[in-house]
C-alpha cells in the first residue's frame, strides 16, 4: 500500500456501528491487511480521560460549548498520538466515529451550528479528514430499543430525550448530503450479516483503489 487510509464509521446510538466496526478490522487483519482500530471520543489515556468527563452521567450542566470543546480537545489528543501515525506508516485506520459526529451531534442536535464546530474540528484536525466514511442508518426509536435491550448502563447522551436523538439524525442527514463523495449510507436496519457484508464490499473497494 503506498500511503495509509482513514476510514470511519458513523451512527447514531444502537445504530450498530461498532459491531461493524469490529468486525471489518479483523476481516482486514485476516485479509492480511495492515490495519488498526481505534475510537472516539477516547482511544488514547489523555483523550479516554476526556470521554469519561463528556459521558459522566453527573456532568448534566455541562455547557453545550464546553462539550463542543471536550471533544475537538480529545480528538486532537487522538490524532496525534494514533491516526497520523498510523496513516504515516501506511496502515488502514479503521475508526469508530470522528468529526461528523460533533457536527451531528453537538453542531444539530445542539444548536451550535453545523458551520460553526467544523471551525472549532479545523483547528484540532488540522485538515485531516478521512478518506472513506460509513454511516449506518437506522430509525431512532430502533436504535433506542437495541440499547436499552442490551442492558448496559446508559451514559449521558444515551438518556438525552427521544426529540435529541431524532434531531442527531436529522443532522447526519444533513452532513451526509454536505459530502456525498466520501460518506456512503448503508442500511442499518438489515440483518447484521447484511450490514457487515454491504461495509466490507465498500471498504475493499476502497482500499484497493488506493494501492
Given at each position: 500500500m503506498s500511503k495509509g487510509l482513514f476510514i470511519t464509521f458513523e451512527g447514531g446510538e444502537g445504530s450498530g456501528k461498532t459491531t461493524v466496526c469490529k468486525y471489518i478490522y479483523h476481516r482486514l487483519l485476516e485479509e492480511g491487511i495492515d490495519a488498526i482500530y481505534s475510537r472516539e471520543p477516547g482511544g488514547v489515556d489523555i483523550a479516554e480521560q476526556i470521554r469519561n468527563v463528556i459521558l459522566s452521567v453527573k456532568n448534566t450542566a455541562m455547557d453545550v460549548r464546553t462539550e463542543a470543546l471536550l471533544y475537538a480537545a480529545s480528538r486532537r489528543q487522538h490524532l496525534v498520538e494514533v491516526i497520523l501515525p498510523a496513516l504515516n506508516a501506511g496502515k488502514v485506520v479503521i475508526c469508530d466515529r470522528f468529526i461528523d459526529s460533533s457536527?451531528?451531534?453537538?453542531?444539530?442536535?445542539?444548536?451550535?451550528?453545523?458551520?460553526?464546530?467544523?471551525?472549532?474540528?479545523?483547528?484540532?484536525?488540522?485538515?485531516?479528514?478521512?478518506?472513506?466514511?460509513?454511516?449506518?442508518?437506522?430509525?431512532?426509536?430502533?436504535?433506542?430499543?437495541?440499547?436499552?435491550?442490551?442492558?448496559?448502563?446508559?451514559?449521558?447522551?444515551?438518556?438525552?430525550?427521544?426529540?435529541?436523538h431524532h434531531k442527531v439524525h436529522e443532522g447526519y442527514m444533513m452532513v451526509c448530503e454536505?459530502?456525498?463523495?466520501?460518506?456512503?449510507?448503508?442500511?442499518?436496519?438489515?440483518?447484521?450479516?447484511?450490514?457487515?457484508?454491504?461495509?466490507?464490499?465498500?471498504v475493499i473497494e476502497r482500499i484497493r483503489k488506493n494501492v
Open positions: 457536527l451531528a451531534y453537538q453542531g444539530h442536535a445542539r444548536d451550535i451550528g453545523i458551520d460553526e464546530v467544523m471551525e472549532i474540528n479545523r483547528f484540532a484536525i488540522d485538515n485531516c479528514m478521512p478518506d472513506l466514511t460509513l454511516f449506518f442508518d437506522v430509525d431512532v426509536e430502533t436504535g433506542l430499543r437495541r440499547i436499552t435491550g442490551r442492558g448496559e448502563k446508559l451514559d449521558r447522551l444515551d438518556r438525552e430525550n427521544l426529540a435529541f454536505r459530502y456525498p463523495e466520501r460518506i456512503k449510507i448503508i442500511d442499518a436496519s438489515q440483518s447484521v450479516e447484511k450490514v457487515e457484508k454491504d461495509a466490507y464490499k465498500l
